[in-house]
């Protein structure tokens, strides 16, 4: 039985290799071919001129600027947070430490698109409910603030990007030696002193890795760029992509993929240079001996004020958006706060959203895609992860490289690059596309946790039950997969409410019958309809939530269940 497992294994990883990389691959070459064609009808004949006419276009210089504004200036805001929650989280006494876990993992569940709409409602400059509420109480002729500019683009990605760069910095923040801020302090250093020439040149590999993540993540946003940016008519790469194929009469696939491939080779430079830098953090180890435990510094004074301001932070990032949408679901148009805006509350547009058809179809669209593509996602990632840490080759090096390789890629040009093939296919316009391109986008959320998982797991449970006489995949699901519940459920709950949300990769897929909530979502912003869209926006939280307390009931069943047997 051995060998047979033996043999078996070379036959798995390279049937792994074959369909990860159909799912990675297959849009970025399908991109670079398009790129090259004259058209969507025209695959095959080769030409430059998408390329001349993309990077001719007068208005593409002003784009990367802005783009490389956006991205920069955003990473700054999460890093600049992230670091300093962070630092109050590890090496402080500041009370009640479980707030840093809320904002690292909360926020997650408020899809990008509501977070953004929620800010529009508040800063819109003609009536945006802070901006309605300073005019009438100060008899303001004009609006003080305006969320329409690139200063709101980076504040909103900033804060949106903040958890990300919070689950790189707690961990290196926390293992640091507490010898060398002793020594430090030894010499006559102050607080601030050690955290300046000590703490932050040793943690300059976190840093670094925070800004660089921020940044691949910021440049694949599109929430942020089109529900603040366009309307200010400050314009990015993926909103640029966005424009050449949503308007005009005759989107231009070719240029778009054009302008797509800087846009993707930016991103993949990034994450050479973050993996770079996580690779070289071994050189910046300070933890070697067995006493370690972190330095607390007493913030005496600072405590409570520090508090309220991580307080603030909470409420901006968690609660603020749910409120903002619900109270405009509520009333007929945007009306500040008071007795007026309580009395004229109603129903009336969860009513419309419930009797719109195309919204009804958007969220069985979304709950479809969310249950069962990250059901098949999490089954792929399985097996992939298990090649990568079981079956040590080249050959499962390689399938680990394809399988991460789609982190790097932004959603709308992988959108570019799947449309060029799935318009060859029976796949355009229906819902199997979509599916498809949500799995090989998010591929790495459930490869991640299922690797962690895998190493946890000792081989000689494996050996013991070959002994036995079990092949492989008996192996995999009586012994293997038991185990690896905890992993199965944190993949699973992260894919499903990635889908339930998607929105960059949906707007240049989604056709009329394969809505989304985003998709819908978006129409309605652009619509103006801000009270349906709180409706949904709503309707859209809850639909990610009741996944993740859904799948995490059936996890805990699960491992009572397998508890119980033992």
């Not at 760069?165 to 923040?173: E, K, R, T």
Request: proline share 5%.
């Amino acid at each position: 039985m051995k060998t047979a497992a033996h043999n078996a294994a070379p036959r798995l990883t390279a049937l792994l290799i074959v369909i990860v990389g159909f799912l990675t691959v297959c849009p970025v070459a399908m991109l670079i071919l398009g790129s090259f064609s004259k058209g969507l009808g025209a695959f095959g004949t080769f030409t430059l001129e998408k390329y001349i006419k993309a990077y001719t276009d007068p208005a593409l210089l002003e784009i990367v600027v802005n783009t490389a504004v956006f991205i920069t200036g955003s990473a700054l805001v999460a890093t600049g947070l992230a670091l300093f929650l962070a630092y109050l989280n590890t090496r402080t006494n500041i009370p009640f430490k479980f707030l840093f876990r809320i904002i690292s993992i909360i926020p997650m569940m408020v899809p990008h698109i509501l977070f953004s709409v929620s800010w529009v409602l508040l800063l819109n400059p003609s009536n945006g409910l802070i901006n309605l509420a300073l005019r009438q109480i100060f008899g303001m002729d004009g609006s003080p603030f305006n969320i329409y500019t690139m200063g709101g683009m980076i504040l909103v990605e900033g804060l949106l990007d903040l958890p990300i760069a919070y689950l790189i910095l707690a961990p290196a923040m926390g293992a640091f030696d507490v010898s060398l801020e002793e020594s430090s302090r030894v010499c006559g250093a102050s607080n601030m002193g050690t955290l300046f020439r000590i703490t932050l040149p040793v943690l300059r590999p976190a840093i670094l890795a925070s800004l660089i993540l921020v940044m691949v993540r910021s440049l694949a946003s599109f929430a942020v760029p089109s529900v603040i940016g366009m309307p200010g008519r400050i314009h990015v790469l993926a909103t640029h992509i966005y424009r050449i194929i949503a308007t005009g009469f005759a989107p231009d696939y070719g240029v778009a993929a054009a302008v797509g491939m800087s846009a993707l080779a930016t991103s993949i430079a990034l994450i050479y240079v973050y993996r770079h830098l996580t690779a070289e953090s071994e050189r910046f180890v300070t933890i070697s001996s067995r006493g370690y435990r972190p330095t607390i510094i007493d913030l005496k004074g600072a405590k409570y004020p520090l508090f309220g301001a991580v307080g603030v932070i909470s409420f901006v990032l968690i609660v603020l958006p749910v409120i903002v949408l619900f109270y405009t679901s509520l009333t007929p148009y945007s009306m500040v706060p008071g007795a007026r805006a309580f009395s004229m509350m109603s129903w009336r547009h969860w009513t419309d959203v419930i009797h719109d058809p195309i919204s009804l179809l958007s969220l069985k669209n979304s709950v479809f895609l969310g249950i069962a593509g990250a059901s098949l996602g999490i089954l792929l990632s399985i097996f992939v992860a298990y090649v990568i840490v079981k079956i040590r080759t080249r050959a499962s090096g390689l399938l680990e490289s394809l399988g991460f390789l789609s982190f790097s890629f932004p959603g709308i040009v992988i959108g570019i690059g799947f449309m060029w093939f799935f318009v060859r296919t029976p796949l355009y316009a229906t819902i199997w596309a979509l599916l498809i391109g949500y799995i090989a986008t998010y591929l790495p959320y459930g490869i991640r946790p299922l690797t962690s998982a895998f190493i946890q797991i000792h081989g000689h449970l494996e050996e013991s039950s070959r002994v036995c006489g079990a092949g492989t995949l008996y192996t995999l699901r009586r012994i293997i997969i038991p185990l690896l519940i905890p992993g199965i459920v944190s993949g699973w709950i992260l894919m499903a409410t990635m889908f339930v949300r998607e929105l960059t990769l949906s707007v240049v897929l989604s056709r009329p019958g394969t809505e989304v909530l985003a998709v819908q979502i978006l129409r309605f912003a652009e619509d103006g309809l801000w009270g349906r869209l709180s409706a949904l926006g709503i309707i859209m939280i809850f639909i990610s939530t009741s996944l993740v307390m859904l799948a995490s009931f059936i996890g805990r069943k699960f491992t009572q269940i397998e508890a119980g047997e033992n």
